[in-house]
């Protein structure tokens, strides 16, 4: 999960770097890493690689009387902490009908999964965990497909176990549709699993857990769709940075 800093209004490109130096991420343990921008309203802070189980992270946003470029200026500061959680990664292999779930390394689960058809593949990737829900009603318009009740696609589905990868509407769910997955590409982008599994994984995988997705035809994710922030090279993160690469000091 990276750090994600969202602003009402518009960043001015002249003022992103003044901004960055504002806000200044500390670590309990040293972590290489840098801001990146997806917009003039969106920028991100992210390691190079994964952030190490247990690290205590600590943003301090300064941002009282620095301007946006457009001459508005900080009121206030923030600061948000959060903890590492323990290493639980999870691989997706469309090709493969599996899903495989490591824990501080070790393989302690694999599960038949099916994935995204081939007019609606699923999304390649590395997407952090947004959120999960026990419950989510799943609609066919939400998603752009169709709002024609008389449209073979069209789906209005509560589903259970759902755990949120993309903002576009990506989940590792149970589908009644496909209650015995492993053999088949038939969702609109999902990952199903039985419900037995679903239910396991919900249980057990965090917000900010990542799931990686490869063998889809439909390419990466954009890194702002959800937090895809590790779809980009290092090399592309760095582009998108006005300060460039740091490493934390302690917190």
């Known amino acids: 999960m990276p750090i994600s800093v969202v602003f009402t209004d518009p960043v001015a490109h002249s003022a992103r770097a003044g901004i960055e130096r504002h806000l200044k991420v500390t670590t309990s343990v040293p972590v290489t890493g840098a801001w990146h921008w997806f917009s003039d309203t969106r920028v991100d802070w992210r390691p190079e690689k994964f952030w190490p189980s247990g690290t205590k992270v600590t943003l301090n946003a300064g941002l009282t ?16 902490s959060f903890t590492i959680g ?17 824990h501080n390394g ?10 995204g058809s081939p007019k609606f ?3 390649d990737g590395t997407m952090a965990v947004i959120d999960k829900q026990r419950e989510v009603r799943m609609t066919s318009c939400s998603v752009g497909i169709t709002c024609d009740p008389h449209n073979p696609n069209y789906y209005d589905l509560t589903l259970p176990w759902d755990v949120h990868l993309t903002n576009s509407g990506t989940y590792v769910h149970y589908s009644p549709a496909d209650p015995y997955p492993g053999s088949s590409n038939g969702s609109h982008g999902c990952i199903h699993l039985s419900l037995s599994d679903a239910q396991w994984y919900y249980n057990h995988v ?6 990686t997705i490869t063998g889809s035809p439909r390419g990466k994710a954009a890194g702002d769709n959800g937090y895809a922030d ?22």
Do not use: C, N
């Not at 323990?86 to 490591?102: A, R």
């Not at 070790?106 to 994935?115: E, G, Q, S």
């Not at 965090?206 to 799931?211: I, T």
């Open 65 to 80: 009387g620095v301007g946006d470029g457009h001459g508005r200026y900080g009121i206030h500061g923030y600061q948000h």
């Open 86 to 102: 323990s290493d639980f990664e999870t691989t997706v292999s469309v090709p493969g009908h599996t899903m495989k779930i490591t």
């Open 106 to 115: 070790r393989v302690i689960r694999t599960m038949p999964m099916d994935a």
């Open 121 to 123: 593949p699923s999304w």
């Open 206 to 211: 965090e917000q900010g857990d990542p799931v």
């Open 230 to 251: 590790f779809d980009l090279s290092w090399s592309q993160w760095l582009a998108g940075s006005a300060t460039g690469q740091q490493t934390t000091s302690a917190s």
